[in-house]
């Protein structure tokens, strides 16, 4: 809704619909050439190399902190989803493989010592079955896999994913810890 103020325009200031909308035209095709020089100009940077200067750009561009680190709290997790749900999936299909197992020696015991109680080894065999298909084939929602934690990997920046500072660690150079006066 547009403001009006309490006294009157000028007459030089009122618009016509015509001219209101070649104003508004303008204005528009105005913000849409500061938006590419803005995109012009984060292509030129290259590769961030830290949240501090995506917060930094940001500022420039009147964007709240809160958001981009929101954004970014977004953008990982949705990164490694890929990798969270081939753990999923892999956690069923080794659960069903167990089940298939622990059904079949179920079944092959009670087959030996009570043919009566064969009906529990089937079961086991089914469930292990049913278990391995859903883990093979099933979807992972987003949900169970966010909720998958990725054990960190010794080489590798458990922040970003660089190349860690050493063999053994899991943090680079930028995200380890440095102590005071270092």
């Known amino acids: 809704m547009l403001r009006q103020n309490q006294a009157d325009p000028p007459a030089a200031a009122r618009l016509t619909a015509d001219d209101l909308n070649l104003v508004l035209s303008d204005a528009i095709r105005r913000q849409s ?15 961030v190399t830290s949240v501090d200067d995506a917060i930094e ?14 954004a970014l709290a ?22 069903g493989i167990g ?13 030996a010592a009570a043919p009566a109680l064969a ?10 079955g049913a278990l391995f298909l859903w883990g093979m ?18 080489g590798t920046c458990r922040v970003c994913g660089k190349s860690a500072y050493n063999d053994r660690s899991t943090f680079c150079e930028e995200h380890r810890y440095k102590g005071p006066g270092q």
């Open 57 to 70: 750009i940001a500022q420039q561009l009147n964007v709240d902190e809160k958001h981009v680190r929101a």
């Open 74 to 95: 977004d953008y990982q997790k949705s990164r490694l989803r890929g990798q969270r749900r081939d753990l999923v999936r892999a956690g069923r299909r080794n659960t």
């Open 137 to 154: 084939l099933g979807r992972v929602s987003d949900t169970a896999a966010d909720q998958k934690e990725i054990l960190p990997v010794a």
């Open 33 to 47: 050439r500061a938006q590419e020089e803005t995109e012009r100009q984060i292509s030129q940077l290259g590769q």
């Open 99 to 111: 089940l298939l197992v622990l059904g079949g020696v179920v079944l092959v015991g009670a087959l």
């Open 119 to 128: 009906w529990v080894g089937a079961a086991g065999l089914l469930a292990g």
